[in-house]
Structure formats: structure tokens, C-alpha cells
């Protein structure tokens, strides 16, 4: 049996991680995860050339299973990510988000380092928060803003339509919008007279 998907972060829960987060590198990799719907390794292995602010895109070229795919960047992560890549210094190393600080400074953050960053966020505002989690809330806040279930398989990467199903089917406010508007329908019909 599949392990269920991690939920999803409410919008209040959402405010308060945002507000927490003041270090620029932090807020544009949260932001680039929740707006972009990247996996945790495809952001620790985005370089600068993946980024094409202008066309307001990145380029995933280290996706799951090999593939590549372009996701899309909204106006506040591309606020995040160019006042990080102001502050970001010069460096050799191609990697977007790089260690702050040690014996690494300046190398690419890894998988794990991003995940601990997570944690740290986790435990300062109290939430359950999960790297993945963010990717969870993009698809299920698209879905309820009425995105079409093919688009956010694009985004997400995702190789058959059931896996994307899978996130829609935690919270569906779309589901239950078309449920009540359609029902209305049956009930003026019903009351009406008509079957």
C-alpha cells in the first residue's frame, strides 16, 4: 500500500511560516518549493543557468526519473529569489542556493541542508512542516483555484494522472463547489416538478 501524501499547509498556516522566514536564501527556497512545486533534491540541484526570470521559468533538468520539465515562477517567489541572488555573492559554483556559513560556505546547499532548514522554520512557528509538504500545498491550492488536473500533472512532474489525483483528492474545495452549485440546479429542477 502507498504511503499517504503529507498534508497540506492551511493559509493561516502558510502566514505564519512566511512571516518567520526573514533570511533571504530561506524565503526564496520556500517560496520556489510552495510556488513551483519543485522536489526537494530539484531545488538543491537548480544552477543559475535553470533560471529565466524574464520568461518568469526554471528549467528542472534533475527531475525524478531522469526527466526535465519547466515550471513557472509567480511574482512573489521571483521577489524572493532575485532579492536572494542580490545578496547570494559571487561564487564559482553554478548551484542558485549555496551554504551561508562553515567549513562549506559557498558550496551548494544539499538535500539535507534544506530539509534541516525546514525543521528549524518547523520549530519556530510550531507547525508540522515538510519539504514535500510545500509541493503537496502548490497542487492543492491550484486545484482549488480551478487549475485543470492536467495542468498541475505538467508542473508537478508527475508521469500518470492517478499520482496527481492522489493530491487532489486530500482537499478538493473545487469538488465540493461544483457539488453545491449542481446540486442547486437538481433542486430547482426537483422543485419544479422535473425528475
Do not use: W
Amino acid at each position: 500500500m502507498s504511503k499517504p501524501l503529507p498534508r497540506h499547509l492551511r493559509d493561516e498556516e502558510l502566514s505564519v511560516l512566511l512571516r518567520r522566514i526573514t533570511k533571504p536564501r530561506d524565503k526564496a527556497m520556500v517560496m520556489v518549493m510552495l510556488r513551483c512545486g519543485l522536489r526537494v533534491e530539484e531545488l538543491a540541484h537548480l544552477q543559475l543557468a535553470d533560471l529565466d526570470l524574464r520568461q518568469r521559468r526554471i528549467f528542472v533538468r534533475h527531475a525524478k526519473g531522469g526527466k526535465q520539465r519547466v515550471v513557472y515562477i509567480s511574482n512573489d517567489a521571483k521577489h524572493a529569489l532575485v532579492d536572494y541572488l542580490r545578496v547570494r555573492g559571487p561564487s564559482r559554483t553554478r548551484g542558485i542556493f549555496l551554504v551561508e556559513k562553515g567549513e562549506f560556505k559557498g558550496n551548494p546547499i544539499s538535500v539535507r541542508g534544506i530539509q534541516k532548514r525546514i525543521e528549524y522554520y518547523a520549530q519556530k512557528t510550531g507547525l508540522r512542516i515538510c519539504c514535500h509538504q510545500l509541493r503537496h500545498t502548490m497542487a492543492t491550492q491550484l486545484l482549488n483555484a480551478e487549475a485543470e488536473v492536467v495542468t498541475i500533472q505538467d508542473l508537478l512532474g508527475h508521469s500518470g494522472i492517478s499520482t496527481t489525483e492522489r493530491y487532489c483528492a486530500v482537499s478538493n474545495i473545487k469538488v465540493m463547489r461544483d457539488y453545491f452549485k449542481a446540486m442547486e440546479v437538481v433542486m430547482q429542477r426537483t422543485a419544479r416538478g422535473h425528475p
